[in-house]
């Protein structure tokens, strides 16, 4: 996969051969960067940039768009930002998931970097936890994590696919895992928001085609409505979620 990857990068024309690169004078090397995840964080002023390929995190200058420093972030394969108004930012959230080390059972991983001292201050594994998609509460005091499928057939054998996460940031920076609340495999998760506080969390079970009501503050399941019987695929929006 890695050397046809390259060989398509190595037929995209640049400035240097002639080719209409977009930027004048610009080179494009191929690599095996792999960037996947950008986050600004207005405490610093600075993008965060993780490599995965290379195990990195590139801190840049978005006035200058050079690259400052390269911190080692190795193990995960996304990162996003912690939102909190002035403070959104501040610490950015990576994660990830380990299929080496053991044969038997996948291994989710979750980090908090802080941006002003470029450094992981917490992590924690997960046994048998494959990370799906994210979300924050109105708030930004709760981030909800769905999960996946992914493994070798032993491994999927003992994952747990079918489980929401809530993880509590007002215990930053550390990571506090409060809930694992069964809702059946989750297409995806939106909130009903009233007078900025979220009072309700929506879950769709892709798997089963029904909706899971949660609570929004205890995050108990209240109840799960029948959609339509059978859906192999389900998503969720609130239209106009806030009241």
């Known amino acids: 996969e890695s050397e046809r ?27 095996s960067a792999f960037p996947h ?34 911190t080692p972030l190795k193990g995960y394969s996304n990162l996003f930002a912690v939102p909190g108004g002035e403070q959104s930012g501040h610490y950015l959230i990576a994660r990830g998931a380990d299929r080496k080390t053991d044969p038997n059972h996948v291994i989710a991983k979750i980090a908090v970097l802080d941006t002003v001292t470029q450094s992981v201050v917490d992590h924690l594994d997960l046994p048998d936890i494959y990370f799906s998609k994210y979300y924050f509460n109105a708030e930004s005091t709760k981030l909800y994590m769905t999960t996946g499928n992914s493994g070798s057939p032993e491994q999927q054998a003992n994952i747990k696919p079918d489980v929401l996460l809530v993880f509590d940031l007002t215990a930053l920076p550390k990571l506090r895992l409060t809930q694992e609340i069964k809702t059946g495999p989750a297409g995806s998760v939106t909130f009903l928001v009233k007078d900025g506080i979220t009072d309700l969390v929506f879950s769709s079970n892709a798997e089963a085609g029904s909706l899971v009501v949660i609570d929004g503050k205890s995050d108990e399941i209240l109840e799960t409505i029948a959609i339509t019987e059978g859906a192999s695929h389900a998503r969720v929006w609130m239209l106009g979620g806030r009241a």
Request: glycine content about 14%; aromatic content about 6%.
């Open 5 to 31: 990857e390259d060989d398509i990068a190595d037929q995209i024309p640049t400035a240097r051969d002639g080719g209409s690169a977009g930027n004048a004078g610009a080179t494009f090397q191929p690599n």
């Open 37 to 70: 995840g950008l986050a600004y964080s207005s405490v610093t002023g600075k993008l965060y940039n993780l490599n995965s390929g290379y195990g990195t995190l590139a801190v840049i200058d978005p006035l200058t768009n050079t690259i400052e420093t390269r």
